[in-house]
């Protein structure tokens, strides 16, 4: 075996190139351009900022920072949006952590991999749920099997098909004994690739790669698992005590886990708060001490608390992006055909959106957002948006065009705008887009709203709808993270887009170690998705701009990887 302790593979893994199955974490070099933005805050590659760090003081260690959506769930195994990601990475401990936007050993000490880097070993260590019950490699061997379990539905299983065994058990050509994960002894796990993976250690900081006991999750528990606090366990930094739904979760300092000397907060107040004017009104009032993607003017109206130190301010861009999103297998015959997608992407001002309506972020002419490095460079540095020559192009007359193609020449259509939920923000954009589509097209928009976040992505999952606006994060820093999702079949592609070519560019990524041709593919292959066959249309990329009292300190805003507001290291001073 050829050993790989942390010392000596964080320095590999800083300046490795990402290979296989494409979902890892990167923490990149300082080469790629940190910059101080204010209130000595510092935006990285990868869009982590980090708060300011100060002694502690002997003060009440309790912060309360709000929620954006409804969690349906807090299973781990379908942990799978920013919200519950977010929850899942405090209450659980992955093998490998993300702080400060770097690799860190979690519940793992130690790892190793065989000559061929095919067998990768982990040595955990002493860690502890909140009930004092001992965490196992067979706790983790159960996680992974969890990821490919039909049952339990997991949509980021394809990111994971790099383990072996995991495809067949997830298509139902295996069994959950054929994945390639294995307890050796209670505190030594072996995983088995199908292919070496220079970054698998990336894949290990998963929510989805956290430990769930096989006796919580055995017979008809293995498909509600997770929808109590009560029945959760945690391994984390913090434990769920209390989950009121439509309300808030309160998180408590968990006193069995490994590093909990470390530790200071006591108790983390998470409160639902969807509506955007809401979170300004409880930061406004105290009620909030970190508040997340503000607008440019709300932030305005604090400057003279950031500028007497009352109030830190930490912006950057961040890689996330905003799209509409075409259903390409579209029933009724509209979105199926491309010149229509065209039309409709065509047809939006983005500069107005982000301008008048949104009043943040900033328009999107690509997929691939800005802050995310391919090797040692910024992606968007190298390769120009896309987009911008082809929205140059009439969008009444290829709408015309598209409508011949599909028998319905001349005709006035009516499309339906599935809007994910009741919020007066979502409410206004998905009337720009009405309008815009309306103005423009000359075709009826109507506009279906989803009773939550949660009845919104099982309804696009499952394909029933039109057109609606979705979004994705970064998961790590590489353009992998975008671009497999929406290779033909992914469980991730809720465009249901499917191209040959843009399949070909994508797979041949994930195993190409030069990142000029890996950059040159991937240019290539947004190019298809975005202009050629337009799958989907992006809108925005993220700039994020966050706010939090001054008294608060240690955490990080977290852009590829982590939880969104990392609250480890976090105390009030």
Same mark, same amino acid.
């Given at each position: 075996?050829?050993?790989?302790?942390?010392?000596?593979?964080?320095?590999?893994?800083?300046?490795?190139?990402?290979?296989?199955?494409?979902?890892?974490?990167?923490?990149?070099?300082?080469?790629?351009?940190?910059?101080?933005?204010?209130?000595?805050?510092?935006?990285?590659?990868?869009?982590?900022?980090?708060?300011?760090?100060?002694?502690?003081?002997?003060?009440?260690?309790?912060?309360?920072?709000?929620?954006?959506?409804?969690?349906?769930?807090?299973?781990?195994?379908?942990?799978?949006?920013?919200?519950?990601?977010?929850?899942?990475?405090?209450?659980?401990?992955?093998?490998?952590?993300?702080?400060d936007g770097k690799v860190t050993p979690g519940g793992a000490e130690?790892?190793?991999?065989?000559?061929?880097?095919?067998?990768?070993?982990?040595?955990?260590?002493?860690?502890?749920?909140?009930?004092?019950?001992?965490?196992?490699?067979?706790?983790?061997?159960?996680?992974?099997?969890?990821?490919?379990?039909?049952?339990?539905?997991?949509?980021?299983?394809?990111?994971?098909?790099?383990?072996?065994?995991?495809?067949?058990?997830?298509?139902?050509?295996?069994?959950?004994?054929?994945?390639?994960?294995?307890?050796?002894?209670?505190?030594?796990?072996?995983?088995?690739?199908?292919?070496?993976?220079?970054?698998?250690?990336?894949?290990?900081?998963?929510?989805?790669?956290?430990?769930?006991?096989?006796?919580?999750?055995?017979?008809?528990?293995?498909?509600?698992?997770?929808?109590?606090?009560?029945?959760?366990?945690?391994?984390?930094?913090?434990?769920?005590?209390?989950?009121?739904?439509?309300?808030?979760?309160?998180?408590?300092?968990?006193?069995?886990?490994?590093?909990?000397?470390?530790?200071?907060?006591?108790?983390?107040?998470?409160?639902?708060?969807?509506?955007?004017?809401?979170?300004?009104?409880? $930061?406004? +009032?105290?009620?909030? *001490?970190?508040?997340? !993607? %503000?607008?440019? =003017? /709300?932030?305005?109206?604090?400057?003279?608390?950031?500028?007497?130190?009352?109030?830190?301010?930490?912006?950057?861009?961040?890689?996330?992006?905003?799209?509409?999103?075409?259903?390409?297998?579209?029933?009724?015959?509209?979105?199926?055909?491309?010149?229509?997608?065209?039309?409709?992407s065509i047809a939006l001002d983005r500069e107005s959106l982000v301008?008048?309506?949104?009043?943040?972020?900033?328009?999107?002419?690509?997929?691939?957002?800005?802050?995310?490095?391919?090797?040692?460079?910024?992606?968007?540095?190298?390769?120009?948006?896309?987009?911008?020559?082809?929205?140059?192009?009439?969008?009444?007359?290829?709408?015309?065009?598209?409508?011949?193609?599909?028998?319905?020449?001349?005709?006035?259509?009516?499309?339906? $705008?599935? +809007?994910?939920?009741? *919020?007066?923000?979502? !409410? %206004?954009?998905? =009337? /720009?887009?009405?309008?815009?589509?309306?103005?423009?097209?000359?075709?009826?928009?109507?506009?279906?709203?989803?009773?939550?976040?949660?009845?919104?992505?099982?309804?696009?999952?499952?394909?029933?709808?039109?057109?609606?606006?979705?979004?994705?994060?970064?998961?790590?820093?590489?353009?992998?993270?975008?671009?497999?999702?929406?290779?033909?079949?992914?469980?991730?592609?809720?465009?249901?887009?499917?191209?040959?070519?843009?399949?070909?560019?994508?797979?041949?990524?994930?195993?190409?170690?030069?990142?000029?041709?890996r950059g040159e593919k991937f240019a290539e292959a947004e190019k298809?998705?975005?202009?050629?066959?337009?799958?989907?249309?992006?809108?925005?990329?993220?700039?994020?701009?966050?706010?939090?009292?001054?008294?608060?300190?240690?955490?990080?805003?977290?852009?590829?990887?982590?939880?969104?507001?990392?609250?480890?290291?976090?105390?009030?001073?």
């Amino acid at each position: 075996m050829k050993k790989r302790w942390l010392a000596l593979c964080l320095a590999t893994l800083m300046a490795a190139s990402l290979t296989a199955c494409g979902s890892s974490k990167t923490s990149t070099p300082d080469t790629t351009g940190a910059q101080t933005t204010a209130a000595g805050s510092e935006t990285k590659a990868g869009g982590e900022t980090k708060a300011e760090e100060a002694p502690a003081g002997a003060v009440e260690q309790v912060v309360t920072i709000p929620m954006f959506s409804d969690p349906d769930t807090l299973d781990p195994g379908r942990s799978d949006d920013e919200q519950k990601n977010a929850i899942v990475l405090e209450i659980q401990e992955t093998l490998i952590r993300l702080m400060d936007g770097k690799v860190t050993p979690g519940g793992a000490e130690s790892w190793e991999t065989s000559d061929d880097g095919l067998v990768w070993t982990f040595k955990l260590r002493d860690n502890q749920y909140s009930d004092g019950t001992a965490v196992t490699a067979q706790d983790y061997v159960n996680s992974i099997r969890r990821i490919f379990d039909p049952e339990v539905n997991c949509h980021n299983a394809g990111i994971f098909y790099c383990i072996k065994g995991g495809e067949d058990f997830n298509t139902g050509k295996g069994s959950k004994e054929d994945v390639a994960a294995k307890a050796v002894d209670d505190k030594t796990l072996e995983i088995t690739l199908t292919e070496p993976l220079p970054y698998f250690l990336q894949l290990m900081t998963f929510a989805n790669v956290t430990p769930v006991p096989e006796s919580k999750t055995q017979g008809e528990k293995n498909s509600s698992y997770g929808a109590t606090a009560e029945e959760l366990s945690s391994s984390g930094p913090f434990y769920a005590s209390e989950w009121v739904r439509g309300s808030r979760i309160v998180l408590k300092k968990n006193p069995n886990y490994w590093d909990a000397a470390n530790v200071k907060l006591e108790t983390v107040n998470m409160v639902l708060a969807q509506d955007e004017n809401t979170r300004e009104q409880m $930061f406004n +009032q105290g009620q909030l *001490d970190i508040l997340r !993607k %503000v607008r440019s =003017e /709300y932030a305005d109206t604090l400057k003279a608390k950031i500028d007497g130190g009352e109030v830190q301010l930490l912006e950057g861009p961040q890689p996330r992006y905003s799209y509409i999103c075409f259903n390409n297998e579209d029933p009724n015959g509209i979105f199926t055909n491309e010149k229509i997608r065209m039309a409709f992407s065509i047809a939006l001002d983005r500069e107005s959106l982000v301008k008048n309506v949104m009043k943040k972020d900033q328009a999107a002419y690509g997929m691939i957002p800005y802050g995310l490095s391919i090797g040692e460079e910024l992606f968007r540095d190298i390769y120009p948006e896309p987009m911008k020559d082809f929205l140059a192009q009439d969008p009444k007359a290829l709408l015309e065009e598209g409508l011949k193609e599909i028998g319905k020449e001349g005709e006035q259509i009516t499309v339906t $705008f599935l +809007q994910k939920n009741s *919020d007066n923000d979502t !409410k %206004v954009q998905a =009337e /720009y887009y009405q309008n815009q589509w309306q103005t423009k097209l000359g075709v009826i928009v109507k506009i279906d709203t989803a009773s939550d976040n949660s009845s919104f992505n099982n309804q696009v999952s499952k394909g029933l709808y039109q057109v609606c606006q979705t979004g994705w994060g970064a998961d790590y820093n590489d353009p992998m993270t975008f671009m497999q999702c929406y290779m033909t079949g992914d469980g991730n592609n809720p465009a249901f887009f499917s191209d040959a070519k843009y399949d070909e560019l994508v797979e041949a990524c994930k195993t190409e170690s030069d990142m000029k041709v890996r950059g040159e593919k991937f240019a290539e292959a947004e190019k298809i998705i975005t202009v050629e066959h337009c799958g989907l249309a992006p809108i925005t990329f993220t700039y994020d701009k966050n706010v939090a009292k001054s008294s608060v300190k240690g955490f990080y805003i977290n852009g590829a990887g982590g939880p969104a507001i990392e609250l480890k290291s976090a105390y009030v001073e």
